[in-house]
């Protein structure tokens, strides 16, 4: 049995994206140690991780969250029905609405920036010297909304258009920028953390600039102009609106979390942000890779009518995400400390910030799977145009991801806040899978049985491995530079061949799954 075109097409095509994002997230983790080493857990580090998280946020909206689930399905119908014109004159018209809304939201933000801060950060709020570089760090960052915005936008076209490698390489501008502005920068400055704040911006600008070539090479500059007559853009703004409300309730969760941080001694929002950024890594390589990948091409199935590649599509999305997702999540359970202890444990980041970040890291992975399974499940509903039920299911996850904030925050402090946002997620996912099923939207292939007890047993021996050859986790924190990571270095080989060599002798061939999968 050999692979079709679609199939090998899908599969190279994660793998690009997913080898972009890897460097991006490799990129990301160096940054992250620059940043850290320069101002540890301390209270400039706590206002520029919570005051970045403002625009962030506002970016679920415009960029990659709710613009793009309504953005993709509609102009990939366009490029369905060979309709490349009409469909420039939909990016056009988004392309002035889009400008006019970010340009008038940024004007705004950056004259009541003092208001942001009280509402995302109000344990800054009340403390004059805090407020005040959170404000002024703010209305430096601001702006970065606006230019992501359009990256996404752009990126949004180049994806319909199968052009999958610019979008995914893009964010190692953003963390190039950060690194130059804390390693050569901040150094240099009085108050160290206000470089940090430029080198957003400066990446921003940056991240725009390279999107023009890209889309010019496929003739799709957006010319901005405001029309409200535009077909597309009429049926997007009906879209849009239920995905801002999904997007919106999403961020709820993110503004609570950030509140509850702002208001809990210092070093809380590095420490859940530093874990944050270890559950990004997987996160970021399989499933946004993934659902990148799935979302144009369920798009384009939905609308040509074919249910049976619509539903192996999804398949092979859950497959793929199971079999390199769940050694992700044992592995960061496993190997929390020895992680954080060789990333982030120089310079400022002292020994009681490890294990703080410890305690959060492993709270996250209890919920990697669900986080993952969201950005795999979520397209099967988006590439229908169907966004009421992942809003409905969210308005639920948001109810039970607050209560469970209130049983754990008083018991688990900032590690109670990780874990509720991973039960939320898994329970969220659960959600999302139990209405595809309903729906009839997707239909499990054969095989699955076998292939999920091949996966624990592999997931099993593997996490037995790393935690009997890591030793003493404490002793890690003594371990010179090139120990730790040539220590890392072999427990991850370890576990690698233990994983995918169990799952070979098993009879789960990699080449052969990718093969059925879809």
């Given at each position: 049995m050999t692979s079709s075109p679609k199939e090998k097409f899908n599969f190279l095509a994660t793998i690009k994206v997913g080898g972009w994002t890897f460097a991006s997230r490799v990129a990301g983790l160096i940054r992250d140690i620059f940043t850290t080493n320069l101002l540890g857990a301390s209270v400039f580090h706590d206002i520029f991780v919570v005051v970045l998280k403002i625009p962030n946020v506002f970016r679920r909206f415009f960029a990659e969250g709710a613009f793009s689930q309504a953005f993709i399905p509609i102009y990939s119908d366009y490029l369905g029905k060979d309709n490349e014109g009409e469909g420039q004159e939909f990016i056009n018209a988004l392309a002035g609405l889009l400008l006019t809304v970010l340009f008038t939201f940024t004007v705004l933000a950056l004259i009541f920036a003092p208001f942001f801060i009280l509402i995302f950060a109000p344990g800054f709020y009340f403390d004059s010297a805090k407020q005040e570089l959170a404000v002024n760090l703010l209305r430096i960052m601001f702006p970065y909304l606006g230019l992501i915005s359009l990256v996404a936008f752009a990126s949004g076209i180049q994806n319909s258009h199968q052009k999958f490698s610019i979008p995914a390489a893009t964010p190692l501008i953003f963390n190039f920028s950060l690194i130059l502005a804390a390693s050569m920068i901040a150094p240099k400055m009085e108050i160290p953390v206000m470089a940090l704040a430029w080198g957003v911006l400066l990446a921003g600008i940056l991240q725009l600039l390279f999107q023009i070539a890209p889309l010019a090479a496929i003739k799709k500059i957006p010319i901005p102009k405001l029309d409200f007559s535009n077909k597309g853009q009429r049926k997007f703004l009906v879209l849009i609106a239920p995905a801002i409300l999904a997007g919106g309730i999403a961020q709820i969760n993110l503004l609570v979390d950030t509140i509850f941080a702002s208001l809990l001694i210092t070093g809380?929002?590095?420490?859940?942000?530093?874990?944050?950024?270890?559950?990004?890594?997987?996160?970021?390589?399989?499933?946004?890779?993934?659902?990148?990948?799935?979302?144009?091409?369920?798009?384009?199935?939905?609308?040509?009518?074919?249910q049976k590649e619509y539903s192996g599509l999804l398949d092979w999305g859950l497959r793929l995400t199971f079999i390199f997702a769940a050694p992700a999540a044992v592995a960061l359970a496993v190997l929390s400390l020895p992680l954080i202890a060789t990333l982030f444990h120089y310079g400022a980041f002292n020994t009681h910030d490890v294990l703080m970040t410890q305690q959060a890291t492993i709270a996250y992975s209890f919920g990697l799977m669900g986080l993952i399974m969201i950005k795999v499940l979520a397209p099967g509903f988006y590439a229908r145009q169907n966004i009421k039920t992942p809003v409905k299911i969210a308005l639920f996850t948001l109810f039970s991801t607050q209560l469970m904030n209130m049983l754990f925050i008083g018991q688990f402090k900032h590690a109670g806040l990780a874990l509720a946002i991973g039960l939320g997620a898994c329970l969220n996912a659960s959600l999302l899978y139990y209405h595809l099923r309903k729906g009839r939207y997707y239909k499990p292939h054969d095989g699955w049985a076998q292939f999920l007890i091949k996966l624990f047993i592999a997931l099993v021996l593997m996490g037995l491995t790393l935690f009997y050859l890591k030793g003493d986790s404490l002793l890690w924190l003594e371990y010179s530079i090139s120990k730790r990571l040539i220590y890392l270095i072999m427990l991850i080989l370890a576990g690698s061949v233990v994983y995918f060599g169990s799952l070979w002798m098993m009879g789960l061939r990699l080449q052969s799954f990718i093969r059925r999968a879809i």
């Open positions: 809380s929002p590095t420490w859940l942000y530093v874990s944050d950024r270890l559950i990004q890594f997987p996160l970021g390589i399989f499933a946004i890779a993934i659902g990148t990948v799935l979302l144009p091409s369920l798009s384009k199935s939905y609308s040509g009518k074919d």
